[in-house]
C-alpha cells in the first residue's frame, strides 16, 4: 500500500521522472503541440514552484523507496468581473507510474488535493484534460467532474 505525503525538494528528480512519462504521452499524442522532452530535467523548475508554495502544493505517492505518482495543485483568486468573485483550485498534473495503473492511486491523490484545496478555502476544483486522454477523462467523471467548456483549435498553414 502506498504511502501518500506532501512533496519535499528532495522528490524533485523523482516528481521529473514521472512528469517525462506524462510529457512523453502528450507528445505522442500531439507532436504538433507538445515539445520533446528528451532531457529528465527539463522541467525541474516548473516542479520546484509547485512545492512548498503558498498557493500550491504537490502530493506524491510512494511505494517503499520509489514514487509512483504525484499531483500538482495550485489555488486560484478569481477577480474578473466575468466571473462570480470565488478561490478555486486548479490540478496541474498529475501522473501514475504506467506500472500502477488502475490501483486507485491516481484516485486517492485527487481527493488528497481536494481536501487540501477545502482546507484552504476553495469552494471549487478545476482541471484540464486533453481530448485524447480517455482514461484520465473517465476518473474524473467517476470522482464528479464534468465538462463546463470545450477548448478548440486548428493547425494554420504557415505562409
Known sequence: MPLYR??????????????????????????QIFASAEDVRRDETNWRRAIGAANATTFVAQEGSELIGFISVYLISETHSFFNPMRYAHVGSICVD????????????????????QEKGAVDMRLTVWAFNEDAQRLYEELGYGVRSVSMGKQLSPR
Open 98 to 117: 504506467e506500472t500502477r495503473r488502475g490501483e486507485g492511486v491516481g484516485r486517492t491523490l485527487m481527493v488528497l488535493a481536494e481536501q487540501w484545496a
Open 6 to 31: 506532501e512533496a519535499t525538494p528532495d522528490d524533485i528528480t523523482d516528481i521529473s521522472r514521472l512528469g517525462q512519462l506524462l510529457n512523453d504521452m502528450h507528445h505522442q499524442a500531439w507532436p
